[in-house]
Antibody
Framework: QVQLQESGPGLVKPSETLSLTCTVSGYSISSGYYWDWIRQPPGKGLEWIGSISQSGSTYYNPSLKSRVTISVDTSKNQFSLKLSSVTAADTAVYYC??????????????WGQGTLVTVSS | DIQMTQSPSSLSASVGDRVTITCRASQSISNYLNWYQQKPGKAPKLLIYTAASLQSGVPSRFSGSGSGTDFTLTISSLQPEDFATYHCQQSYNTPYTFGQGTNLEIK
């Protein structure tokens, strides 16, 4: 059974860089699939941030692209998110997820439990 | 970006009711549409993928339909554990986008 777990600081200061790691268990990232980050501001809807393949190919939401970096470490079975120059608008629960697909039809399953990151001084 | 609009935003219903939630896309997305259930403080859980395919382990009282721009999620007979927020998501184009969510509450 594939499980994902986010980790990282719960509080980040404005203008600094948010860094999160997703540790995958029950499946080897190097075996395939894309791995995604999705966030949810408090009381709001879900926003797709971006994704990475096991080989390191990345896709980002254009609205965040200038500030986002997603990387993968297959030796640790982890992938990571960095979001620079954060503001209060980046306060959200951040989820990692595995992307599944049939041809180009894509869905997210499973998801990590999520981690709340608050941007505040 | 493709905008996804769910209706209603909130809904009150009773155990045993049949409930339908609608999701409309701002352009045609064929059947590139998924549904998720989210309970308070928990991560979303996949219910339906490609508009009508039931995820393994999801009860058969959940069903999805639609194509093009209009989609529905139907719960045939509400159970106590179904009270949650439901999200639709399109994968026709990146960036993948979600609806704003429908909060299903107990009447």
């Amino acid at each position: 059974q594939v499980q994902l777990q986010e980790s990282g600081p719960g509080l980040v200061k404005p203008s600094e860089t948010l860094s999160l790691t997703c540790t995958v268990s029950g499946y080897s990232i190097s075996s395939g699939y894309y791995w995604d980050w999705i966030r949810q501001p408090p009381g709001k809807g879900l926003e797709w941030i971006g994704s990475i393949s096991q080989s390191g190919s990345t896709y980002y939401n254009p609205s965040l692209k200038s500030r986002v970096t997603i990387s993968v470490d297959t030796s640790k079975n982890q992938f990571s998110l960095k979001l620079s120059s954060v503001t209060a608008a980046d306060t959200a629960v951040y989820y990692c997820s595995r992307r599944k697909s049939i041809v180009t039809k894509v869905w997210f399953d499973p998801w990590g439990q999520g981690t709340l990151v608050t941007v505040s001084s | 970006d493709i905008q996804m609009t769910q209706s209603p935003s909130s809904l009150s219903a009773s155990v045993g009711d049949r409930v339908t939630i609608t999701c409309r896309a701002s352009q045609s997305i064929s059947n590139y549409l998924n549904w998720y259930q989210q309970k308070p403080g928990k991560a979303p859980k996949l219910l339906i993928y490609t508009a009508a395919s039931l995820q393994s382990g999801v009860p058969s009282r959940f069903s999805g339909s639609g194509s093009g721009t209009d989609f529905t999620l139907t719960i045939s007979s509400l159970q106590p554990e179904d009270f949650a927020t439901y999200h639709c998501q399109q994968s026709y184009n990146t960036p993948y986008t979600f609806g704003q969510g429908t909060n299903l509450e107990i009447k």
